[in-house]
């Protein structure tokens, strides 16, 4: 498998994907932190799956007096998967990244991603790369560890945090290799597979994972939607390996 030669990106301009639902408690402090953290940045794109709790109207304030804050609010679709998608076609920088709002993956963290661009075409913020810890409880520890394990297994590539979730990547690589519109998290372990296969160059960087302080996380407290998730990873993890799409 060859490695493609990376492209020179004489300015950057860092266009920050934020799928978000419910996320009132943590959305301004994440949007205001990442201003002050990203000097490159070109915009932050809020995709809102129509949160009961009002997250888009905070959005919508602070965009009013912000052009790099922009709020796309869906009212019909929904999920993870198909709001990154959205968010990524919207998306005018020439480096595009996506991260959780729930501040999980501090955005302090973010220049040590892009700073390898464009040496390499994708960084990873990883938990299980030198430096990087996962400091959630150990249920979601476990389930982490074991969907990579498998992973890597039985796709035979050396990704240490393949649903990592905080990924950064030069423009060119997502008009080639395209986002998963469904599910939960296996859009992310679709995505590095494909960068890998057609040869893109990939680094990780460690970063700390915690657990979001404020709101309700989406999987809940109980560990049945964890396995639930896993299962769904490794069907997919499967899929890639039998050639199914």
């Known amino acids: 498998m060859g490695v493609k030669s990376g492209k020179t990106i004489n300015s950057k301009r860092i266009s ?72 990524i076609r919207e998306s005018t920088g020439n480096v595009i990244g996506w991260m959780d709002a729930d501040l999980g993956m501090p ?10 661009i464009p040496e390499y075409d994708v960084a ?13 409880d150990f249920k979601r520890r476990l389930t982490s560890r074991m969907i990579n394990l498998f992973t890597n297994m039985l796709l035979g590539f050396s990704i240490k945090d393949f649903n990592s979730g905080f990924v950064f990547a030069k423009k060119k690589v997502f008009d080639d290799v395209h986002i998963m519109e469904k599910g939960y998290g296996q859009y992310c372990i679709r995505f590095l597979y494909d960068c890998l296969k057609k040869g893109y160059k990939i680094r990780e960087i460690g970063y ?29 993890v499967i899929k890639i390996k039998v050639g199914r799409s």
């Open 107 to 116: 955005p302090e963290d973010i220049p040590s991603l892009i700073r390898n």
């Open 124 to 136: 990873i913020g990883s938990r299980y790369a030198e430096g990087g810890r996962d400091i959630r």
């Open 208 to 236: 700390s994972f915690t657990e979001r302080s404020k709101g309700v996380s989406k999987t809940g407290s109980s560990i049945w939607p964890l396995l639930k998730h896993g299962w769904n990873y490794g069907i997919e």
């Open 16 to 87: 920050i994907v934020l799928p978000t639902y419910n996320e009132k408690h943590n959305i301004k402090n994440m949007i205001e932190r990442t201003i002050s953290s990203v000097k490159d940045l070109h915009e932050i794109i809020v995709i809102d799956d129509d949160s009961p709790d009002g997250t888009a109207g905070i959005v919508s304030k602070i965009s009013s007096t912000n052009p790099k804050v922009r709020l796309i609010l869906r009212t019909e679709e929904r999920g993870l998967a198909s709001a990154l998608a959205r968010g």
